[in-house]
C-alpha cells in the first residue's frame, strides 16, 4: 500500500511517508494519517488518496515580531519568546490520484484533527514550515494561516506559517 504513494512534486515528503513514518509512529514523535478512496475501499482495495503528519513543535518567535503580534499569537502576554504548535510537518496527495481530493481538502482533515486535540487539552497556534514557495505561501495565506517574517534562518532554511485556532 505504501509502495504505491508518489508525490513528485516533493520527494522529500514521498520519502517521508515511505520510509520515516513508520519509526515517527513507533516512537510517538509523530502521528500519520491517511486519506482513503472510499470507493476502492469499498471494493476491497486500499488506495491512497492523501496523507498528512500531525506533532507538536515548540515554536521560537521572531526577535523582530512586536509586543502586539506576541500577544495575538499567544492570547494572553505579549512579552513571551516561545509557543508550542500544533506542527502539520507533512501534508501530500497521491499523484495516482491527484485529481480525487484537493489540498484544502486534506488541509481541512487535518486542521480538524487538530482542533478536536486543541478542545480536549487546550492550545492555539498551528504551525506549518515549507519551502519558499509562492504557490506554497498563497495555498496556506488562502485557507488562513500568516507568514512570520524571520530574519533568522532556521535548521532547515524554511519558512514558518502560524494560524490561530
Known sequence: MIDNFSCKFDKDIENFFKDKSLLFQQKNKAKTY???DNDKLEQGNFSIL???ALSTKVLHLPDELSKSQRKKIDGLYNSISEIS???IGQIAKNDLNRNKISGKEILKYACSYIEEV???IGGRIILVELKNNQNLIN???NN????LHNKTENE???LQMV???
Open 50 to 52: 492523501a496523507y498528512f
Open 163 to 165: 494560524k490561530i485556532i
Open 118 to 120: 486543541s478542545n480536549i
Open 34 to 36: 491517511l486519506i482513503l
Open 85 to 87: 504548535t500544533f506542527l
Open 144 to 147: 488562513g494561516f500568516s507568514l
Open 139 to 141: 495555498f496556506y495565506t
Open 156 to 158: 532547515e532554511k524554511l
